[in-house]
T-cell receptor, first 114, second 116 residues
Framework: TQLLEQSPQFLSIQEGENLTVYCNSS?????LQWYRQEPGEGPVLLVT?????EVKKLKRLTFQFGDARKDSSLHITAAQPGDTGLYLC??????????????FGQGTILTVHP | EAGVAQSPRYKIIEKRQSVAFWCNPI?????LYWYQQILGQGPKLLIQ????????DSQLPKDRFSAERLKGVDSTLKIQPAKLEDSAVYLC??????????????FGPGTRLTVL
């Protein structure tokens, strides 16, 4: 079973601060996705990274996939209260008959105070 | 485009009772997933359907959980009998196809189950 470790589990910051969330594994993934989940809702896909070393930017969010495709990071610049939520990383298994199965990390609960 | 629909949104039952959840995926999506999300954790895949066939149910507790996807569209997940540790949010997701590096899963709002 492939595992994804996310850190930190909880993050409470002030508006305007920067933050980074990490997602680490000993396993190689064919791709890695980042989701954001708000209370009472299902996760919503933010980005998919596929190539080792890939960097993607989505406004104030920067996503990076490790060179070995075992880890990823999410960096938020100048956080806003609207960024508050649960951030989840999910890895798609590489090869075999995994049929695109996603393994989720335990999530990072981000709270941005005005 | 309508999203993934789930019902009920909330359910409270006593242990040893039975419960069923319903999911209607996005039209045309071949793959349907059921996840269990315990408070403070990420979603855990219970079962994955490709059309109306099961492709992965390795983490489904088959002694008490069952799921079906008749006609390859709607799906139901049943728990019988429920235990206290089944208290969780049950998420349904669908995707256009079941594999590929850009396989995006669309999630429903979930059903929050409380077992007393």
């Amino acid at each position: 079973t492939q595992l994804l470790e996310q850190s930190p589990q909880f993050l409470s910051i002030q508006e305007g601060e920067n933050l980074t969330v990490y997602c680490n594994s000993s396993s190689v993934f064919s791709s890695l996705q980042w989701y954001r989940q708000e209370p009472g809702e299902g996760p919503v896909l933010l980005v998919t990274v596929v190539t080792g070393g890939e960097v993607k930017k989505l406004k104030r969010l920067t996503f990076q996939f490790g060179d070995a495709r075992k880890d990823s990071s999410l960096h938020i610049t100048a956080a806003q209260p609207g960024d508050t939520g649960l951030y989840l990383c999910a890895g798609a298994e590489a090869g075999g008959t995994s049929y695109g199965k996603l393994t989720f990390g335990q999530g990072t609960i981000l709270t941005v105070h005005p | 485009e309508a999203g993934v629909a789930q019902s009920p949104r909330y359910k409270i039952i006593e242990k040893r009772q039975s419960v069923a959840f319903w999911c209607n995926p996005i039209s045309g999506h071949a793959t349907l997933y059921w996840y269990q999300q315990i408070l403070g954790q990420g979603p855990k895949l219970l079962i994955q359907f490709q059309n109306n066939g099961v492709v992965d149910d390795s983490q489904l507790p088959k002694d008490r959980f069952s799921a079906e996807r008749l006609k390859g569209v709607d799906s139901t997940l049943k728990i019988q009998p429920a235990k206290l540790e089944d208290s969780a949010v049950y998420l349904c997701a669908s995707s256009l196809r079941g594999s590929g590096t850009s396989n995006e899963q669309f999630f429903g709002p979930g059903t929050r189950l409380t077992v007393l």
